[in-house]
T-cell receptor
Framework: GAVVSQHPSRVICKSGTSVKIECRSLDFQATTMFWYRQFPKQSLMLMATSNEGSKATYEQGVEKDKFLINHASLTLSTLTVTSAHPEDSSFYIC???????????????FGAGTRLSVL | LAKTTQPISMDSYEGQEVNITCSHNNIATNDYITWYQQFPSQGPRFIIQGYKTKVTNEVASLFIPADRKSSTLSLPRVSLSDTAVYYCLVGVYNQGGKLIFGQGTELSVKP
């Protein structure tokens, strides 16, 4: 299957700092990537849809100024958590949509996730 | 947006066949059904995708009835390493194929 790389796998930072997470599709181009967050024992929650060359579409309740998304190329999307606080501590996961044909059939491939701990 | 409903948890023993059923009553005509597996502290892993009837790959089978309002993931002869959370998802055609995760089914395989 297609491979999505996410970096870093774990980050610990002080409150007030910004953290950037990278998501790369290694063997395919992805015009659309997605960002999720997951709290312990809970399901994944979609945060935003990242489209190459255009602004991200955020889900209701997600602060776009807090979670900056940039999708500058067909293989890279980044999520920056600005002025992180302890409540932002979570598991962040990206995915990339593989295939440019019929969207209903496209498969999303996921990165391994990033564990963010804000002290 | 098609909502999915699955059992919260299931128990099984090694070597048994496990069937997890998911209901998606308001699935749209263009939506495909996709199943993922997730281990703790890892991203979900694609298992199988289908539109109707039966799909089989080296890992699992997916059964979809004619009305497409439900689907069943079948895992043959499970092992301890199949202990994970399994998610059934229905993509949204007109929203770039985004997926909304439900609670998933926590499968526990015992020796």
């Amino acid at each position: 299957g297609a491979v999505v790389s996410q970096h870093p796998s774990r980050v610990i930072c002080k409150s007030g700092t910004s953290v950037k997470i990278e998501c790369r599709s290694l063997d395919f181009q992805a015009t659309t990537m997605f960002w999720y967050r997951q709290f312990p024992k809970q399901s994944l929650m979609l945060m935003a849809t990242s489209n190459e060359g255009s602004k991200a579409t955020y889900e209701q309740g997600v602060e776009k100024d807090k979670f900056l998304i940039n999708h500058a190329s067909l293989t890279l999307s980044t999520l920056t958590v600005t002025s992180a606080h302890p409540e932002d501590s979570s598991f962040y996961i990206c995915s990339a949509r593989h295939g440019e044909g019929f969207m209903g059939k496209n498969i999303q491939y996921f990165g391994a996730g990033t564990r963010l701990s804000v002290l | 947006l098609a909502k999915t409903t699955q059992p919260i948890s299931m128990d099984s023993y090694e070597g048994q066949e496990v069937n997890i059923t998911c209901s998606h009553n308001n699935i749209a005509t263009n939506d495909y059904i996709t199943w993922y597996q997730q281990f703790p502290s890892q991203g979900p892993r694609f298992i199988i995708q289908g539109y109707k009837t039966k799909v089989t790959n080296e890992v699992a089978s997916l059964f979809i009835p004619a009305d497409r309002k439900s689907s069943t993931l079948s895992l043959p002869r499970v092992s301890l390493s199949d202990t994970a959370v399994y998610y059934c998802l229905v993509g949204v055609y007109n929203q770039g194929g985004k997926l909304i995760f439900g609670q998933g089914t926590e499968l526990s395989v015992k020796p």
